[in-house]
């Protein structure tokens, strides 16, 4: 068996199956709990085969209403359609829960994603532009209504001529620094409480940690970026850059401080001796808001790693007294460092610093992944079972990740 049997404690479903319901491949998997307690899986459709940029390549979700046990039947939440009819890639997708929102109460999910005609090495080689674009749900993930292009809110590139492809493009595409490629977070973003004095100067900020390059750097030398919203999603701004070269495929969480941690697929790792850790930065935050980005990074040697996407997610606050006041916080990625393989779950107690608890969901390949919590506080990991075995779910007790050792009572 390549993962557990299935039992009260640990199940394992199917959810995106490569070749059904129209797309021979699903990758890049994401997934939030939504405003009504229901569960959101987004994926790439990629229609014509596993390529990240051949073809077609739709954001497409699921939606479970009994916490991952059964999932309904795909959905394309965004396409990228010229204006000529071709359709070519819309991907990446980073959803996100807006739960303190007035005029939403029960809440509002939204989604950051790209659009492109083009590879990433012709991106970065200085052809194309590879926009960001966001879409919205009110109704819990049933429909999907107000698509904006935020290229310029949140990506700075140096594409003037791409008025005449993007009517809306306008001269909105000519920054000096020449930004290339854009991804958001690969999995969720977050929305900030503020830390546990819930500072107002961040609370309720839509929280994205994203990648970039500038130039003509390639994709393995691109830099960690933070953009927010403070408006529930209506204006994005960007926050600042990270002068590390080398991070990719960040995903964020904030610690009780208030601060953000940052663990990302990390390309300057020792790679000629074959040994790969994580990447992990800590950016704080001033009394105004403002964000201090990180000028240096940390290999984080409790997370090994085969260079590949990587989810975290707070699972508790130590001010929480119904969950024993301990601050618990989430890790998954394949945990080794030669194949993507070995599909791991880690707990931490001490804000990130160290991972004494670890358990292995699935021994055989696995991929991207992106971990949530369910209403119930059962654990949730969304993943891929190598880059072409399509995507599942795994749904399991604190108590099944820590062999008995953790409760939320305790």
Not at 88 to 116: C, E, F, S, W
Request: hydrophobic fraction near 35%; proline fraction near 4%; charged fraction near 20%.
């Amino acid at each position: 068996m390549s993962q557990p049997q299935n039992d009260a404690d640990f199940s394992l479903q199917p959810v995106f199956v490569n070749g059904r319901e129209g797309y021979a491949c699903y990758r890049i998997p994401s997934i939030i709990r939504l405003g009504n307690g229901n569960l959101l899986a987004v994926a790439e459709g990629r229609l014509a085969n596993c390529g990240d940029h051949n073809g077609i390549i739709r954001v497409v979700g699921k939606i479970s209403q009994d916490r991952g046990r059964t999932w309904g039947g795909v959905f394309t939440i965004a396409r990228n359609i010229l204006p000529d009819g071709t359709e070519h890639v819309a991907q990446n997708p980073a959803p996100a829960l807006d739960m303190m929102d007035p005029d939403n109460a029960q809440g509002r999910a939204i989604i950051i994603y790209n659009k492109t005609e083009f590879g990433e090495q012709f991106i970065t080689g200085g052809s194309g532009v590879r926009r960001a674009c966001s879409i919205e749900s009110f109704d819990h993930g049933r429909s999907w209504v107000n698509e904006r292009d935020i290229t310029t809110e949140v990506h700075k590139p140096l594409k003037p001529t791409y008025t005449a492809v993007y009517a809306d493009a306008a001269e909105r595409y000519q920054h000096p620094e020449d930004w290339r490629m854009n991804f958001p977070a690969t999995g969720h973003g977050i929305q900030l409480r503020g830390g546990l004095r819930n500072s107002p100067a961040t609370r309720g900020r839509l929280f994205y940690c994203a990648k970039l390059t500038k130039g003509d750097r390639s994709v393995r030398h691109g830099q960690n970026y933070a953009y927010w919203s403070e408006d529930h999603g209506r204006s994005w701004t960007i926050g600042g850059v990270s002068a590390v070269l080398g991070s990719s495929e960040a995903m964020a969480v904030e610690l009780e401080s208030g601060d953000i941690m940052v663990n990302f697929r990390n390309n300057t790792g020792a790679a000629g001796a074959g040994v790969h850790w994580r990447g992990v930065m800590i950016h704080q935050f001033d009394e105004d808001g403002n964000i201090l980005m990180a000028a240096t990074h940390r290999d984080d040697e409790g997370l090994p790693d085969p260079i590949v996407q990587g989810s975290i997610q707070r699972y508790t606050w130590s001010d929480e007294a119904e969950y024993g006041n301990k601050s618990r916080i989430l890790f998954s990625n394949p945990a080794s460092q030669r194949a993507r393989e070995k599909m791991t779950v880690r707990l931490s107690y001490d804000e990130g610093r160290t991972w004494p608890v670890a358990k292995l969901v699935d021994s055989g390949p696995s991929a991207y992944g992106d971990l949530t919590v369910l209403d119930d506080m059962r654990i949730g990991l969304l993943y891929e079972r190598g880059n072409q075995g399509g995507i599942v779910f795994a749904r399991f007790t604190l108590d099944w990740l820590s062999a008995g050792q953790d409760s939320l009572s305790g």
